[in-house]
C-alpha cells in the first residue's frame, strides 16, 4: 500500500508518497515509492507491492529517454513488460502484483505544461492511463467525502497527506500506510523534495 497525492498547474507539480513498506515476512520498513528521473524532469510514484516498483524503477532508469513525453510513449511497454517478468515468479510473492497504481509527473513539451498522468491495473487484464490535470489521491476513501480541488501551499499538502494516512491506519491498521512524507516540488526547471517527521514509527522499532 502507498498513498500518492499529485497537485498540478501549468507551472508547478506537487507530489507526496509515504515511506512505510511491509516486507514479505510481515515486518514494517522503510523504502522508496518515487523514482527521480533529473534529466528528464520528471519522477514516477508508485503504490501496491515494491517488487514490482523496484523492476519497473529499474527499467525506467535505464530507459535511454531525456523527456516526460518520451517516457510516457513508452510507459504501457515497460509496464507490460515489468507484469510479464513477475508472472513468472509470481508464487513466491504475498501480495498480488496486479494491484498497482502509479503517477507520471514532470514538464511535458506537448502540453507546455507541467503534466500528470495516472496508470491504474487491479487484475490481469492490465494497466488503464488517465491524464491528471488538478488534483490525483490514490487511494480517497468516499465515507472521507469530496476530495479537496485545486493548489495548495505545500504546507497544506501535507496536511491533507497527514489526515488521509491517519485515516487509512484507522481503515487497515495492519497495512503499511505511514513512516514519513516526501514532498516532491517541479517546475520546468527544477526539482527538489523535502521530508516531514514521522507519523508512524513502526519501521523505526524494527
Known amino acids: 500500500m502507498s498513498i500518492i497525492d499529485v497537485f498540478v498547474s501549468p507551472q508547478k507539480a506537487m507530489v507526496i508518497v509515504d515511506t512505510e513498506l511491509k516486507t514479505q515476512d510481515g515486518r514494517f520498513i522503510e523504502g522508496s515509492k518515487m523514482l527521480t528521473l533529473p534529466h528528464a524532469n520528471m519522477l514516477i510514484a508508485a503504490r501496491g507491492t515494491n517488487v514490482f516498483t523496484n523492476v519497473l524503477f529499474s527499467a525506467l532508469h535505464l530507459a535511454p529517454f531525456t523527456t516526460m513525453d518520451a517516457f510516457d510513449k513508452v510507459m504501457f511497454d515497460l509496464l507490460k513488460q515489468t507484469t510479464d517478468h513477475l508472472k513468472t515468479v509470481e508464487e513466491h510473492f504475498t501480495q498480488s502484483i496486479y494491484e498497482v497504481e502509479l503517477a507520471l509527473v514532470g514538464y511535458s513539451h506537448y502540453y507546455s505544461g507541467m503534466h500528470c498522468v495516472a496508470y491504474e491495473s487491479h487484475d490481469a487484464s492490465g ?8 488534483a490525483y ?17 505545500p504546507g497544506i499538502a501535507r496536511a491533507i497527506a ?45
Open 127 to 134: 494497466f488503464t492511463a488517465q491524464e491528471i490535470t488538478d
Open 162 to 206: 497527514s489526515e488521509q494516512v491517519s485515516d487509512l491506519l484507522a481503515m487497515h491498521p495492519d497495512k503499511p500506510f505511514g513512516g514519513r512524507l516526501l514532498l516532491a516540488e517541479l517546475t520546468r526547471e527544477d526539482l527538489k523534495i523535502s521530508s516531514t517527521g514521522y507519523l508512524t514509527t513502526r519501521a523505526i522499532a524494527a
Open 137 to 153: 489521491y490514490a487511494p480517497w476513501h468516499e465515507s472521507w467525502g469530496a476530495a479537496p480541488t485545486g493548489f495548495p501551499t
